[in-house]
């Protein structure tokens, strides 16, 4: 489901609410109930990534649910995903936005990224996992990371989570970035057609499974996309950057011709707010998403792996006031 689906959806019910608005100012001026009049709805920016992944797809889907039960009217944007949309919460320039855990966790600890500028940031969600794809082609002759020395490769788009954290995996492996490979910083859509085209020999995406844009590459005639395991470089990762990453693994047969599971480096995507976000809108949205989850998983399957348990069970940044509220009264207490 894509772009053009959700916009038509937002203007297609910012248009009912506009008539609606129309015609209660019509009864005001027919001597009708003044009270009629004031009925204009929050508007709610959510900030997601690139098109070719899984934050804009899922984000237009929660735009959806809180368009229609959230009591807001909602829009999914297009970003750079993590580092950039930390920025724009952090600036009130975003409402709420999809963060990679890592990200998120320097966001509001002024590390990383942020190093020296906290930003005032707090947790609604654990929403799924991100889980590290590392792409190349056969006869790249590529079997590990380390075999990346020479090669050109995509990095992740500039102020993505997935460059932050594919550099880390370039650190653990023993590669510098900027001297033993020839980079690029493209998103999920640039990377699989630069690498099909033959532009660059391999590149990072850390996202939910299955991308659409690496479900195209590998189901393309006359490609034989190959995946590499790297949880062997976890280990590292968690030594200098702290406990947010984990082993899971990319299922065989998610993607056309991989027969073999592939264990990699996760994390878990956060849906995080401002620290001034209105409680009651806060709450709202957790209702909006929670209670409507299989609409949600219509749109993308990566929300069949969204529920409260694991959405409650971040103790990297504490939660806003309306998620705390929201997840007590389903029987789980977070930090805030």
Known sequence: MGKEHFLKEAQGLARRDFLKVAVAGGALLLGGSPHLFAQERKRVSVVTGGMGGVYFVMGGGIASLITKYGGAEAAAEVTAASVDNCKLIGAKKADIGFVMGDTGYDAFKGTGNFKGKPLPMRMLTVLYPNLMHVVTLEGKGIKKVADFKGKRVSTGAPGSGTEVKALRVLDAAGIDPDKDIKK?????????GALKDGKIDAFFWDGGVPTSSILDLAASPGVKMVLIAHDDLIPKMVQKYGP???KSVI????????????????????LMCHQ???EKLAYNIMKAIFDHLPELAAIHKEALN?????GSSSKAVPYHKGAQKFFKE???DVPV
Not at 251 to 270: E, L
Not at 306 to 310: C, E, F, S, T
């Open 184 to 192: 690029d910083r493209l998103g999920a859509s640039e990377s699989a």
């Open 244 to 246: 947010v990453y984990y």
């Open 251 to 270: 299922p065989k047969g998610v993607y056309t011709g991989i027969s073999h599971d592939t264990p990699v480096a996760t994390v878990g995507n956060f």
């Open 276 to 278: 001034e976000m209105d």
């Open 306 to 310: 969204i529920n409260p348990k694991d």
């Open 330 to 332: 389903k029987g789980f």
